[in-house]
């Protein structure tokens, strides 16, 4: 009968390792409008350099009839040597309608430095490093389209 026992929760562990295992990943898809110019500060050395920080808050309406809130704040890190392109580290938090419902993507992508947005037609994947209400220990990644038309697509990947 022990053994029977030992065998069963053995078996109920391997389930749950694997479900776990299987790539229970989910994929959210958000698109917006083209983002409103930022609020630029330029800090450190005058003109664009390290320490400069640009901050966005808008919202849009999003899946499920529901409104998102984007708020970001984002930071030049550095210049990519002999370009004028930025590196820039931004922390973007999406408020899903309810304000406890949220999804926090962060990360470090390159930007032209004479612009605040990325080049069109570019995709950059951030971390998905933390969510709240329904979205509660989510982990995973977003992908970041500005497409060509202006308008923005991410693709949250979901685990």
């Known amino acids: 009968m022990r053994r029977l026992i030992l065998i069963a929760a053995l078996l109920g562990i391997l389930a749950a390792c694997l479900g776990a295992c299987s790539g229970g990943e989910k994929t959210l898809t958000f698109s917006h409008p083209a983002t409103p110019t930022p609020v630029y500060v330029d800090l450190g050395d005058p003109g664009p350099s390290a ?43 999406f408020t899903f309608g309810n304000p406890a419902d949220q999804l926090i993507l962060q990360g470090v992508a390159v930007y032209p430095g004479e612009g605040s947005v990325l080049k069109p037609a570019t995709t950059v994947s951030r971390s998905l490093i933390g969510g709240s209400g329904a979205y509660a220990g989510a982990t995973g990644w977003c992908d970041s389209t500005h497409n060509a038309d202006g308008t923005w697509t991410h693709v949250f990947h979901l685990r």
């Open 51 to 93: 320490g400069d920080i640009r901050t966005f808050s808008f919202s849009a309406p999003g899946p499920n009839n529901q409104t998102v809130q984007m708020d970001a704040v984002m930071i030049t890190t550095g210049i990519v040597a002999g370009s004028t392109d930025e590196y820039r580290d931004m922390r973007i938090t």
